[in-house]
């Protein structure tokens, strides 16, 4: 059985920084993607970035470019979501998601292509 245990999430201020864990087991594919998704209250679900475990490509929203940084260690089938100054906007439940096969682009930061979802975790960035 597939489980994503998404953790690291707490109360920050503005500025601060956060590192995010997603922790696979169960995993026997060769060729998966991890994405990290977040919810705000009254938001839709969007895409923050996501890693390719065969060749190490990501994907970062345009509200996170500059500021977040995946990153992944295979052997341990863990990803990290580095985050860096953080705003208030930032504010949300973040997930960590599986897709169980080869991603493509486009794909990356969409929600329907992903096969498994852990619980969130919750990030609150205070002004």
């Known amino acids: 059985e597939v489980q994503l245990q998404a953790y690291g999430g707490g109360l920050v201020q503005a500025g601060g920084s956060l590192r995010l864990s997603c922790a696979a087991s169960g995993f026997t594919f060769d060729d998966y993607a991890i994405g990290w998704f977040r919810q705000a209250p009254g938001k839709e679900r969007e895409g923050v970035s996501c890693i390719s475990s065969s060749d190490g490509r990501t994907y970062y929203g345009d509200s996170v470019k500059g500021r977040f940084t995946i990153s992944s260690d295979n052997a341990k089938k863990t990803v990290y979501l580095q985050m860096n100054s953080l705003k208030p906007e930032d504010t949300a439940v973040y997930y960590c998601?599986?897709?169980?096969?080869?991603?493509?682009?486009?794909?990356?930061?969409?929600?329907?292509?992903?096969?498994?979802w852990g619980q969130g975790t919750l990030v609150t960035v205070s002004s």
């Open positions: 998601a599986a897709r169980a096969r080869r991603i493509i682009a486009s794909y990356m930061g969409v929600a329907n292509p992903y096969d498994y």
